[in-house]
Every structure is written in C-alpha cells, then in structure tokens.
C-alpha cells in the first residue's frame, strides 16, 4: 500500500471527524456559541440544549455520517483493507473529540483541541465497518439515554457495544479481528475525553437527560409547591 494513500486517509478521516457540525448548526439556528452552553461540546446533545430537538436530531445524524463517510475513503484508497478502515475509523473519532478546527488556549494559556463527545461519530466508525452495527448499536444507546438518563454513558455504551460485536464477529464468524482495535480504541478515546462526566457520575453531579430528567424535573416542581 502506497504511504501517500495511508497519509490521505489519515487526513481526509480526520478533517470530516473535525467539522463542528453542532457549532454551526446551532449558530445558523440560534446565533449562540454552542461552546459555551450547558456541557460546551459540539455534539448532539448539547447542541439540543443549546437550539432544540431537531438542532440535536440534525447534529447526531451528521456526526454519525462522518463515521460512515471514513470508511468511504479508505474503501476507495485502500480497498479490501481492513487495518486501514479501521484507521480512518478512529481518526474521524478523534478529529470528532479534537477538532483541528476548534483550537482555543484554556486557562493556562495552552492549546487545546476542542469537539464533541464522539459518540454519534463513533457509531459511524462501526458502521463503516460492518453496516448492521446501526441495528445493534443504536437500539441499546437509546435505551440507555431515555431510561438510564446519562448522555455520557450513551456515549460509552457505542464502544462498548462495537467492541462486544466486533469481538463476538471475530471470534464466532471469523470476521475481520482487526475490528476488535477499533473497539478498544474508541473505549479508550471516549473513556479519556469523558473523564469530567465520570468524575461527575460518581459524585452523582452528572447532568441527566431522557427519562431521568423527565423525573428529575417533575420532582422538583412538585417540591416547589409544597
């Protein structure tokens, strides 16, 4: 395989993971930053609180698509190639979670790489690698949004699940095991970037959607008329 078309799918996954589709939709939507609402990420969820459903709805679908659209480029680059779609897999997470078009200074002054959670992008990866992912992958993850309340571990859930049928495809079906890497790497890529909501989960601060919120927030208004 040829380095230049492993350099091009390296790039050309990671810039599509880097479009901030949440930050332009909620500024075309609304006008606000969506960087600097609720949770400051760029991914569905926030861009839900920060413009709406259908702002959210619009956001996931198009991170989702640049999941699917990395393994068009390394099917066309490197077809037949399973090492190199799993690449341009996990490239496109991370340019979802890091994107180079997002690059601010914290508070320290050093540069950082800002994004989204990488979920919607990472069910993307798993069905560019095998498409009846989405049959398996987004069932459990809606589930786990309404009734378990957590967007973070909606999250966490996409790579656990790739990582359970990547696995269980390999090893039963004697499918691509290269596919396994990209489980992991996704668990671990999203483990890292949700350290805050972790730490927040287990100090039982997370902020809670679906189902849980629902509850969360009729709790709270009938306490209110007490």
């Known amino acids: 395989m040829p380095v230049l078309n492993v350099m091009l799918i390296i790039a050309f ?3 599509i993971g880097s ?6 939709i909620v500024k075309v939507a ?13 991914g569905g969820t926030n861009a839900m609180r920060a413009a709406g459903f259908l702002a959210g709805a619009a ?30 897999a996990v490239f ?6 890091h994107s180079i078009f997002l690059v601010e200074k914290d508070e320290h002054g050093r540069w950082k790489l800002r994004g989204g959670a990488g979920g919607a992008t990472g069910l993307g990866g798993a ?4 498409n009846p992912s989405l049959f398996f992958i987004l069932p459990i993850g809606v589930l786990i949004y309404l009734f378990v309340g ?16 990547f696995a269980i495809r390999a090893f039963a079906d004697n499918q691509p095991a290269q596919y ?29 959607v679906g189902l849980r919120a629902y509850l969360q927030k009729k709790q709270k208004q009938y306490f209110l008329k007490l």
């Open 92 to 97: 496109a997470l991370w340019g979802a979670i």
């Open 127 to 130: 069905i560019s690698l095998w």
């Open 150 to 165: 957590y967007a973070s571990v909606t999250t966490i859930s996409v790579a656990v699940s790739a990582l359970v049928i």
């Open 180 to 208: 396994i890497f990209f489980g992991v790497a996704a668990l671990v890529t999203i483990l890292y970037a949700l350290q805050p909501n972790i730490k927040r989960l287990k100090e039982g601060k997370e902020r809670a």
């Open 30 to 42: 609304t006008g606000k930053d969506v960087r600097k609402i609720g949770s400051g990420r760029t």
């Open 59 to 88: 956001t996931a679908t198009l991170d989702v698509l640049k999941g699917v659209a990395s393994g068009w480029i390394a099917e066309w680059l490197a077809p037949g190639d399973p090492w190199l779609k799993v690449l341009a």
């Open 19 to 24: 479009i901030p589709f949440g930050l332009i």
């Open 13 to 15: 996954s990671y810039l």
